[in-house]
C-alpha cells in the first residue's frame, strides 16, 4: 500500500482538462511544499513535470499544473492530448520518523 | 546534459546482497543528493533511499536495515547494496538526481535496470 493515494485511472478526451488528485497526511503532502509529479510512458524513466507543489521544469507544457489544499495536491492537465497517455505519480518529501520521499501508487491516464 | 547509468548482476539468488552501482556524466556528482528507486512490474515507484557526497544518508524506513549506499567521488560513481533480497526484491531500479535544494525532487533519472531475484 503507497503512502500517499491517487486514483487507479483517470480518462479524458483531446482537447479537454483532467486533474488527478494525490492525498497524503500533514507529515507529508500537508506539511511541506516539497509535492512533486511524475510523468512515465510505458517502458521510460519517469519525468519531472511539476514541482514544489506547481513549478513547472523548463520544457514541460503550461498546459500541465498543480496546486495543493491541505493534505490533498492535485496535477491538472488541460487541452489533453494524445501524448499525455501515460502513468503519474506524485511524490512528497517527510520527515516522519527519518526525513525520506513517498510516492502515491500512480494514476493511469487514458486519453479516449 | 547529465546522464546516469546504473550497472550490475540483473540476476541475484535469494538470500544474497544486490549491488548496482550508478554512473554520472556530463556533470560533477559534487553537492547533490543521489538517489535510489526501484518499480515492481506493473506497479509502482518506490524510493529506496539517497545519499549526499559526503556521505550521508536518509533511508526508507522499511528497508533501511537491509540497505547500505555509498559514493566515490573520484569515479563520479555512487552504490546501493540491499542484502538478504528476496523475490519481493525484483524490480527495475533507477538511480537518479535530486534537484537542488528541493528535498525529495528527482530531475534526472537512469534508464533503469531490470533485478530479478530468483535461484
Known amino acids: 500500500q503507497s503512502a500517499l493515494t491517487q486514483p487507479a485511472s483517470v480518462s479524458g478526451s483531446p482537447g479537454q482538462s483532467i486533474t488527478i488528485s494525490c492525498t497524503g497526511t500533514?507529515?507529508?503532502?500537508?506539511?511541506?511544499?516539497?509535492v512533486s509529479w511524475y510523468q512515465q510512458h510505458p517502458g521510460k524513466a519517469p519525468k519531472l513535470m511539476i514541482y514544489e507543489v506547481s513549478n513547472r521544469p523548463s520544457g514541460v507544457p503550461d498546459r500541465f499544473s498543480g496546486s495543493k489544499s491541505g493534505n490533498t495536491a492535485s496535477l491538472t492537465i488541460s487541452g489533453l492530448q494524445a501524448e499525455d497517455e501515460a502513468d503519474y505519480y506524485c511524490s512528497s518529501y517527510t520527515s516522519s520518523s527519518t526525513p525520506h520521499v513517498v510516492f502515491g501508487g500512480g494514476t493511469k491516464l487514458t486519453v479516449l | 546534459q547529465v546522464q546516469l547509468q546504473e550497472s550490475g548482476p540483473g540476476l541475484v539468488k535469494p538470500s544474497e546482497t544486490l549491488s548496482l552501482t550508478c554512473t554520472v556524466s556530463?556533470?560533477?556528482?559534487?553537492?547533490?543528493?543521489w538517489s535510489w528507486i526501484r518499480q515492481p512490474a506493473g506497479k509502482g515507484l518506490e524510493w529506496i533511499g539517497r545519499?549526499?557526497?559526503?556521505?550521508?544518508?536518509n533511508y526508507n524506513p522499511s528497508l533501511k536495515s537491509r540497505v547500505t549506499m555509498s559514493v566515490d567521488t573520484s569515479k563520479n560513481q555512487f552504490s546501493l547494496k540491499l542484502s538478504s533480497v528476496t523475490a519481493a526484491d525484483t524490480a527495475v531500479y533507477y538511480c537518479a538526481r535530486e534537484r537542488r535544494g528541493v528535498r525529495g525532487v528527482i530531475d534526472y533519472w537512469g534508464q533503469g535496470t531490470l533485478v530479478t531475484v530468483s535461484s
Open positions: 556530463g556533470g560533477s556528482i559534487s553537492s547533490y543528493y
Open positions: 500533514s507529515s507529508d503532502v500537508g506539511g511541506y511544499n516539497y
Open positions: 545519499i549526499y557526497t559526503s556521505g550521508s544518508t
